[in-house]
């Protein structure tokens, strides 16, 4: 593996060398060309603009629907700001925010720890490496009705035979509204490693080899190494990925529906569950816009507050 | 690095090239003087019948063209179908929450002009008509099949032992304690699927309270807390003589169960029969009405519109669309369709049942039927959910009192109609 | 000792921006690739030696993790339906006899190849126009966002979509994208490149910072336009990101269900939607759904292992600096 990045590595300069002496040697006709803020704004405005057309303008078209009665078709009413005032007497809704974000939280916490370690395992220096890659990357594949099946299995008839074994009762955790939650949140960490890993794996390579040799040199080998070394220089993927997690367990839904459809007793309701389930399938259109952009806004003002943090810690290093 | 800029373009121009043969894909040339009859139906399973049908029509029709579509997830494509005004000519929907909206909101066309419907029984042209908001002038569907939810058993392990079909409540009770007595699962639930929440819970709510409770509640002349009181006990007193832990089973793991003979009862609709079928193809199951009552005179089956065809009111084809309907209401391939999915006729007409049918056959014969109460709850108000939380919690009082309070928060806009109704006709 | 450490690092930053500070000449490159091919024989002498076992045996320990339920998702693809139980035995047993009808059937249920060639011009697409505009977005606003408030506003301003429940857009996307004929493929595509772009930018401007700002400034004191150094210098070197980036938005294309369903309402076929016709109201057919996901499966894990090996040879740019 080794062996073919250095060897690539000089194809690169070489390219690089050649491109200066062709430069060098055809005189360049005078031409205006745009400056560096010109070709920025060249490039920003039509994309955001795209952005607008296809992501803000639909969002600001469900901003409105959530002062209404639409069931997502035909007439509605205006209502005013009742949703609104449903949303923050509504036991279900409150529910289902401690909920999520609480699934959010350890699944960010369980996934980051596993995928950061995969992520070193596997750009070290072991055998067989794309194929332990390769499977470890299967979870995030394969589809929402499999996951849900093997793993409603798996907690269903083979955990509670292995408690039983061990002594315990042998209640399936899916069944009990205490532990349910711990169940998804072991799939949804289950399927997210993969993507983090291939994060990581790709912000280690932007560490370079000279980095852990000066390191060496001062005996920072392993834990310590990680610590000051690798770990600081990662630091932007830390973040990354922390965003990424928050994001994804946060709006989880596919596992909910695969899983315990919000059972049992109401306690794996996540957030995009209610506002799909009920916005999209029910009548309430109106009312889950109302949710949609209300957990908009809490998101959106969490993640302003987390990046800010990191991006403080960024500048430290 | 120059030959990289290259290969950007190129792929650039590759993505160009793409786009425009997407978009170069365009509609269909019709033959003049043909009409085009469009139907979107949401039986999925009956996929097979419905392009035999299609074919059948095309072939001895030379006026109208029948296309028939069947798609994954009919009814969120019909929902967005409807959201960019691009409206098929017929839509075959079940008896539910979703057909009251669509009538609520002023999608479907009135047919009660259409001849055919003298022929559709009177009891189903009921049902459809108590699903409205409001009531209304006219009808708004062609009740086609229904269904029927009761108790499916196997019918080889009851003539074993030599059980009895149980007629009311209390043999239904002794039934199982005997089958219990002899080491064999009387029911098995697969609660972890809130929906299967619903079966047991319509099967006795049809026979123990009034099938239009819900306008009834609308109206404010009665509460959930005093109608479904029973309902709510009779559940409750089932599990027991389910499986230990009936909430961390699904459907699907019931519908094995009872396939492998595992239990001798599930509290299940004749819908769930392929899906155990599919596992054991040799099993004898046949079903009997919910004995929920102690009086049998009491008690009725539970049968709802299981699949209707409305006619769109923005469609141009409406004569064409009578005529199509004509074909699908034929005797020969409505006794198709039984065969196939194992229906029940909202014809009023003789047709061979299915054979797990049997059981219930005299209720379907003598009109003694009512619709699923959960095709009245709105499905964001998650009764299913409810009931799963009370059967784990056991807090009788707690379930109820939220049922009428979530039924007047989530039925506000609703009442409000049903009120401005009453205002418009108590004089 | 910590301090000291920390100083290194960023001696070696600092190293490694100095070196690309200077012009460029012949000679340098010359004694690099001495260097370089000294290196190259040190490394392989190493790598044959430290092979690290402990890790690579975890490593395969931890895999059972995945293989267990990929056995059990292999084995009820081959099975039949009547071969179902809910004993642990049950599910863990091979199936009675191998044969391959269930994935032919569920080639056939599903329209395979026309799924298939749909869902890979989805995807496809998706993916290259998201590798063109989004790196440049990222590139922008990695380098500006800085120094410049409006930037970091809208910097903000794109991440922010991420977090836009698609429930709330659905609609009035399929209203809007009817209006602008653009509900087919195209839309589709054009919808999963605004869906994916916060979650690219974000992936490209954080992985630019730790890409020296030295590395087009020489080139840019040559003459280069701002665009020519964009892609002559800049995004060759965020290849290892590219590939990233490539698997995520494939990734996820590969299996939406949401926008193509809601977008085309079932005028063409994409492999999840083709499958969504194993479950029906009242039953599902899992044998025949397993056996279909494994083969929608193979395409992507083939599309990653190409990309990792593109993320593995970006290590050259990411050392070269």
């Known amino acids: 593996m080794e062996e073919k990045n250095l060897e690539s590595m000089e194809e690169n300069k070489d390219m690089l060398a050649e491109e200066h002496v062709s430069e060098e040697e055809t005189p360049k006709k005078p031409r205006r060309r745009l400056d560096r803020k010109q070709t920025f704004m060249l490039i920003t405005i039509p994309i955001v603009f795209l952005f607008f057309l296809f992501n803000t303008l639909p969002l600001l078209q469900g901003v409105m629907y959530s002062f209404t009665n639409f069931r997502g078709y035909g007439d509605f009413d205006w209502v005013g700001l009742r949703n609104y005032a449903d949303l923050f007497t509504d036991v279900r809704a409150g529910k289902s925010y401690l909920f999520t974000f609480r699934l959010a939280l350890v699944a960010t916490i369980v996934t980051n720890v596993l995928s950061l370690a995969l992520a070193l395992g596997l750009n070290g220096k072991i055998k067989f490496k794309s194929t332990l890659r390769g499977f470890y990357f299967v979870p995030n594949v394969l589809g929402a009705l499999v996951v849900g099946y093997i793993f409603s299995y798996i907690f269903t008839y083979i955990v509670p035979a292995f408690s039983k074994l061990l002594g315990g009762e042998g209640v399936s955790m899916l069944a009990s509204s205490k532990w349910a939650w711990v169940a998804i949140m072991i799939v949804c960490a289950w399927q997210a490693i993969a993507m983090n890993t291939i994060i990581y794996i790709s912000g280690l390579q932007t560490v370079p080899e000279d980095v852990y040799e000066a390191g060496a040199i001062d005996g920072a080998t392993g834990w310590s190494s990680f610590k000051h070394l690798t770990f600081p220089l990662i630091l932007p993927f830390f973040s990354i990925n922390l965003v990424l997690c928050m994001k994804n367990f946060l709006m989880v839904f596919d596992q909910i529906v695969a899983m315990t459809s919000g059972g049992p007793a109401q306690s794996t309701e996540s957030i995009s569950y209610l506002i799909y389930k009920n916005g999209m399938s029910g009548g309430q259109f109106g009312f889950q816009s109302a949710n949609a952009v209300l957990f908009f806004v809490v998101i959106v003002v969490i993640s302003v507050m987390q990046m800010s943090f990191t991006n403080k810690r960024e500048e430290q290093l | ?427 | ?321």
Request: net charge negative; proline share 4%.
């Open chain 3, 1 to 321: 000792m910590e301090n000291k450490d920390v100083k290194k690092t960023q001696e070696a930053k600092n190293n490694v921006s100095e070196n690309t500070n200077e012009k460029a000449e012949q000679d340098m490159y010359k004694e690099m690739k001495k260097r370089i091919r000294n290196e190259k024989r040190a490394a392989r002498k190493s790598a044959n030696k430290q092979v690290n076992w402990p890790v690579t045996v975890l490593l395969i320990l931890g895999l059972s993790t995945v293989i267990f339920p990929l056995y059990m998702t292999v084995m009820i693809a081959f099975k039949q339906p009547s071969e179902m139980t809910n004993s642990i035995k049950g599910i863990l047993s091979l199936p009675k006899t191998w044969s391959l009808s269930n994935f032919r059937e569920a080639m056939e249920v599903t329209d395979f190849w026309n799924s298939l060639g749909n869902s890979l011009i989805i995807t496809l697409a998706t993916v290259a126009i998201s590798i063109l505009l989004h790196s440049m977005l990222g590139y922008v606003l990695g380098r500006m966002r800085a120094k410049n408030k409006g930037y970091k506003l809208v910097y903000f301003y794109i991440i922010s979509g991420m977090f836009v429940p698609f429930a709330i857009l659905m609609m009035p996307l399929v209203k809007q994208t009817s209006l602008l004929h653009l509900d087919n493929m195209l839309g589709v595509i054009i919808l999963y490149t605004v869906f994916y772009m916060p979650m690219n930018v974000l992936l490209y401007s954080g992985y630019l910072t730790n890409i020296p700002l030295a590395l087009e400034e020489a080139a840019y004191v040559d003459g280069a336009t701002t665009f020519k150094t964009y892609w002559s210098i800049v995004f060759p070197v965020m290849k290892p990101m590219h590939a990233t980036v490539a698997i995520l938005t494939a990734l996820g294309t590969w299996n939406d269900v949401m926008t193509p369903l809601v977008i085309m309402s079932g005028s063409k076929n994409t492999l999840p939607l083709a499958q969504l016709s194993f479950q029906t109201q009242f039953g599902a057919n899992y044998n025949l759904a397993f056996a279909s996901y494994l083969l929608a499966l193979l395409p992507i894990v083939l599309f990653y292992v190409i990309c990792q090996k593109q993320i593995l040879s970006g290590v050259v740019s990411g050392a070269v600096k």
């Open chain 2, 1 to 427: 690095m120059k030959k990289k800029i290259k290969k950007n373009t190129a792929l650039f121009a590759c993505v160009l090239m793409l786009a425009g043969l997407i978009t170069g894909c365009g509609s269909t040339q019709e033959r003049y003087g043909v009409t085009t009859v469009t139907i979107v139906q949401y039986k999925r399973e009956a996929v097979s019948f419905f392009d035999k049908l299609e074919k059948e029509f095309n072939a001895s029709h030379d006026d109208i063209k029948l296309k028939i579509e069947s798609p994954n997830d009919a009814m969120t494509i019909l929902k967005t179908r409807f959201v960019r005004e691009d409206y098929p000519d017929i839509i075959g929907i079940g008896g539910d929450m979703d057909y009251s909206n669509f009538v609520d909101a002023g999608i479907l066309s009135d047919v009660s002009d259409y001849p055919g419907l003298k022929s559709i029984k009177q009891s189903y042209i009921d049902i459809l008509e108590g699903l409205e908001f409001v009531p209304t002038e006219g009808i708004y569907g062609v009740p086609y099949v229904a269904n029927a939810a009761g108790v499916l058993y196997n019918k080889d392990m009851f003539e074993e032992h030599g059980w009895k079909i149980p007629t009311t409540w209390s043999e239904f009770m002794r039934l199982c304690e005997e089958i219990e007595s002899q080491n064999i699962q009387p029911l098995y639930f697969g609660f972890r699927d809130t929906w299967t929440c619903l079966a047991p819970w319509n099967a006795l709510a049809v026979s123990l309270a009034d099938a239009d409770i819900s306008a009834q509640v609308n109206r404010k002349e009665a509460t959930y807390e005093e109608a479904y009181d029973e309902v709510a006990d009779k559940i409750a007193a089932l599990l027991p003589y389910g499986q230990s832990g009936p909430f961390a089973y699904s459907y699907n793991d019931a519908c094995i169960a009872f396939a492998n003979g595992e239990t001798a009862m599930y509290t299940i609709g004749s819908y769930a029969v392929p899906q155990i079928k599919s596992v054991n193809p040799d099993i004898n199951v046949d079903s009997f009405v919910m004995p929920a009552s102690d009086n049998a005179e009491d008690n009725v089956l539970n049968s709802g519109i299981d699949l209707q065809f409305c006619i769109t009111k923005e469609s141009p084809n409406k004569e064409a669309a009578y005529e199509v309907l004509d074909f699908l209401l034929d005797h020969d391939n409505m006794q198709a369709y039984l065969d196939d999915q194992n229906a029940v006729p909202c014809k009023d007409e003789e047709f061979s049942l299915a054979k797990m049918l049997s059981g219930v056959k005299s209720y379907i014969e003598e009109d003694k039927m009512a619709d699923f109460h959960d095709h009245h709850y709105p499905s964001e108000m998650s009764v299913d959910a409810m009931i799963q939380t009370y059967l784990i919690g056991k807090d009788k009082e707690a379930f109820l009192k939220k049922f009428d309070k979530d039924w007047i928060r989530y039925n506000r806009d609703t009442i409000r109609k049903v009120e401005q109704y009453e205002k418009e006709h108590s004089k």
